[in-house]
């Protein structure tokens, strides 16, 4: 009986020199389900990989100048390197040459077929193999998730502003929609991105993280998004995929993306354009099918006005903008995030999890927390270490100069002096677009009236596309809404 075959058909790669019995072999693979690409060398199996993975290779031993086993060797250091998604090897032998099977199987076949096994064994052997090979996916994207997974799992919180966040994942997880997501260091914009990938259709897909500040040297930052060919530039001496090719079925977070540089910039804008590009010195176009989610922790806007951000690329990326806003801004979440922290250090280095005196929540309340969320988890942790078991009292806080501010409410003016006027355009911005470019509402946040906000959106000259349909030219309309 033969072997039923797959709902989605499988793509082999056969090399195989000898036509007659690549063609029947062909003929018997299609017939169990799979679909088979065959090529006559090693060399011509090099060429097809370049640009296009398949799910497994079979390849005789014997072949002219290239043999079977120069190719598992090549792949399985192209796979080692990151330069090739993992594809299982099958080598094709006769009987008589079971022990040069063998030797390939320690260069890194998955398993050898003599070319005497049936049909039904040949489909049966080799389905086993891609279902192996389709756990240790899954296997590898558990354990890359976990590994990169920060210190939770949800995005924590019970203010109304956090609330609202978690109501946009919701609404936008499920299309393919173009994010930015917007909010000073240390907010968790990544854990938007993760929640947002998570809940989508991808989730079984990569989800693939570019830090755009990481690499300030442009070519270095092509070559990880778009990869390159061996010789496009100095050091690079094997050809790479990039994280655009890597992300293909899943998700890209471009995370920092206003850092990106003019040659940078253009670049995205076509590939965000027409998902699809070329690798740095390459002539082929890759075409990839993946969600891309942006971050920043700057006002976009006033980039693209003081010409430091290509205005094209701000409209291509801002399609659907979510803003998470500052911890301090959200006192009402601090609670939850630092019991909630208190217990995965506890359990992360295997200690009793602390408590909070309703005066130490006061205290972390109190403290304006400029590095956001990563500064509170750093200082919980510190403090599940240091009173593992016990009470957290508001001398603890005190002792890391923690919710002792020398006025309430006050501002502390930095050493060096602030520009206020940059401080005030920064927080009218800021106000827009947290109220969704709602001057109403912006007005509320900032405590001043609508004309008051009006006069301001024209002093500094804030424009943007929803208010376009009203009158009153390059400027907000005075009773815009």
């Known amino acids: 009986m033969s072997a039923s075959p797959p709902a989605t058909p499988c793509r082999l790669l056969v090399v195989e020199d000898d036509a007659d019995y690549a063609q029947l072999l062909s003929r018997n693979l299609e017939r169990s389900g799979f679909k088979a690409t065959t090529v006559k060398s090693a060399e011509a199996a090099f060429e097809l990989l370049a640009d296009r993975t398949f799910d497994l290779i079979l390849t005789d031993i014997r072949l002219p100048r290239a043999s079977g086993i120069d190719l598992i060797e090549r792949v399985t250091a192209q796979i080692a390197a990151g330069e090739m998604e993992p594809q299982p090897i099958v080598v094709l032998t006769s009987i008589n040459s079971v022990d040069m099977a063998v030797e390939a199987m320690r260069k890194g076949a998955a398993d050898y077929l003599t070319k005497e096994a049936t049909r039904d064994e040949i489909a049966l052997r080799l389905r086993k193999i891609l279902e192996a090979n389709e756990l240790a996916h899954e296997n590898r994207q558990l354990r890359r998730t976990l590994t990169r997974y920060e210190e939770f799992e949800n995005i924590i919180g019970v203010s109304d502003a956090i609330k609202r966040v978690k109501d946009q994942v919701a609404e936008i997880a499920a299309s393919d929609v173009t994010v930015l997501i917007q909010g000073e260091t240390g ?201 593992h078991g016990r009470e957290i009292g508001p001398e603890a806080l005190h002792d890391l100069n923690l919710g002792a501010p020398a006025e309430s409410g006050a501002i502390v003016l930095p050493e060096g002096g602030i520009d206020l006027e940059q401080v005030e355009e920064s927080l009218v911005r800021q106000a827009l677009q947290r109220a969704e470019w709602n001057q109403r509402r912006a007005a509320g946040l900032l405590g001043i009236s609508v004309d008051r906000m009006n006069a301001r959106v024209k002093k500094f000259g804030i424009t943007h596309p929803s208010w376009r349909v009203h009158k009153g030219g390059r400027g907000a309309p005075e009773d815009a809404d």
Not at 366 to 378: S, T
């Open 187 to 387: 907010v968790g914009k990544e854990l938007v991105a993760r929640a947002l990938h998570r809940a989508s259709s991808r989730a079984r897909g990569p989800f693939i993280e570019v830090n755009c500040a990481a690499l300030p040297d442009e070519n270095l930052l092509l070559s990880e998004l778009f990869g390159h060919e061996r010789g496009a530039f100095t050091g690079a001496i094997n050809r790479k995929r990039g994280h655009f090719e890597l992300a293909d079925g899943g998700t890209l977070f471009l995370d920092e993306v206003g850092e990106l540089g003019p040659i940078a910039q253009a670049r995205l804008l076509r590939a965000t354009e027409s998902f699809e590009f070329t690798r740095l010195g390459g002539e082929r176009p890759i075409h990839v099918n993946c969600r891309l989610v942006f971050a920043t922790n700057k006002d976009l806007a006033a980039e693209v006005k003081e010409g430091r951000f290509r205005e094209d690329l701000y409209y291509r990326i801002n399609v659907y903008p979510i803003f998470v806003p500052p911890l301090r801004a959200r006192p009402e979440d601090i609670a939850p995030l630092a019991r909630f922290f208190a217990a995965r250090f506890a359990e992360k280095h295997h200690l009793a999890a602390p408590s909070f005196s309703p005066g130490a929540l006061r205290a972390l309340r109190d403290n304006p927390w400029p590095g956001n969320i990563r500064e509170l988890r750093n200082v919980i942790e510190r403090l599940s270490i240091r009173f």
